[in-house]
């Protein structure tokens, strides 16, 4: 009966390493989209919109916004702050790809910092990027996120503390 069971636990354990691994490599090519998508915009947001679907819809909290809009502001900011360092830390929860729709379910943090201003700007979300095929390319046809507290601030670490994580 002990053996039984052990090879009953072993068996669920490795179809669960197993299926974590598939469910990683489905995944990892939206999650690569997104990467391209960080490293362009405070470098070069004129290209963000080859990775948009044309019927494109953004939300941020309960606002929406213009991708052209958004290119604007990326432009902006890099006129505004020199030395200006970008990153997102991202980690996908969930996510499925299906033939013609796809969709990522994100925890993502995103820091800007720029020693000319001494801005070190961050926003934490929760966010959700479904995809649609057009051709032989993913593109993003609906982004929505949910700002949530930065965690990683800690109240004697900045002044602002309260004002980043409201107490609601």
Request: with cysteine; glycine share 4%; net charge negative.
């Amino acid at each position: 009966m002990q053996k039984r069971n052990f090879v009953a636990g072993l068996i669920l354990a490795l179809s669960l390493v197993f299926s974590s691994q598939a469910f990683a490599a489905e995944t990892d090519g939206l999650a690569d989209i997104l990467k391209k998508i960080d490293g362009l915009t405070c470098t070069q947001p004129e290209k963000l919109p080859q990775f948009y679907a044309k019927n494109l819809v953004i939300m941020v909290d309960d606002k929406r916004a213009l991708l052209e809009n958004r290119v604007k502001d990326y432009r902006q900011m890099m006129s505004d702050f020199r030395d200006m360092k970008c990153e997102t830390q991202r980690q996908v929860l969930s996510g499925t790809v299906g033939k013609d729709v796809s969709y990522v379910l994100v925890d993502e943090i995103i820091s800007i910092t720029s020693k000319s201003t001494d801005t070190d700007e961050r926003q934490h979300s929760v966010c959700s990027y479904m995809f649609t095929r057009e051709g032989s390319q993913w593109k993003i046809s609906l982004e929505h996120c949910s700002s949530l507290p930065d965690y990683s601030i800690n109240p004697g670490d900045d002044a602002l503390y309260y004002f980043h994580n409201p107490v609601y």
